[in-house]
C-alpha cells in the first residue's frame, strides 16, 4: 500500500531529523515492512530518494506501507532558492 501525494497528510509525517538507512542523507520515503515466517520481525526502513528508486522493486514483496514524500522535494527546492 503506498499514500499517494492527494492522500497524504497536509503536514509531511517525515522531518529533516529523519535520515536515509543506507547513506544518512534526508529521508523521504518511510517503509513499513510486513511480518512473515520468513523475516525475523517487521520493521521500518527510510530512504532518501536515490536509495529508494534503487531499492524499490526488490523490496516490494516484503512492504506493507510505503509513506513517499518524495513529492515535497519540489517545495524543498523552491524554498532553497527563494530569494529574501
Known amino acids: 500500500?503506498?499514500?499517494?501525494?492527494?492522500e497524504a497528510p497536509a503536514t509531511p509525517v517525515l522531518t529533516a531529523a529523519d535520515r536515509c538507512d543506507r547513506c544518512?542523507?534526508?529521508a523521504f520515503v518511510l517503509v513499513v515492512l510486513k511480518w512473515s515466517p520468513g523475516l525475523p520481525h517487521a520493521g521500518e526502513l527510510s530512504f532518501c530518494r536515490h536509495h529508494y528508486g534503487a531499492?524499490?522493486?526488490a523490496?516490494?514483496?516484503y512492504v506493507s506501507l510505503i509513506i513517499d514524500e518524495r513529492w515535497t522535494l519540489s517545495k524543498h527546492i523552491a524554498?532553497?532558492?527563494h530569494v529574501h
Do not use: G, L, T
Open 59 to 61: 523490496i516490494a514483496p
Open 79 to 81: 524554498d532553497d532558492h
Open 55 to 57: 531499492v524499490q522493486e
Open 1 to 6: 500500500m503506498s499514500i499517494s501525494p492527494a
Open 24 to 26: 544518512s542523507a534526508r
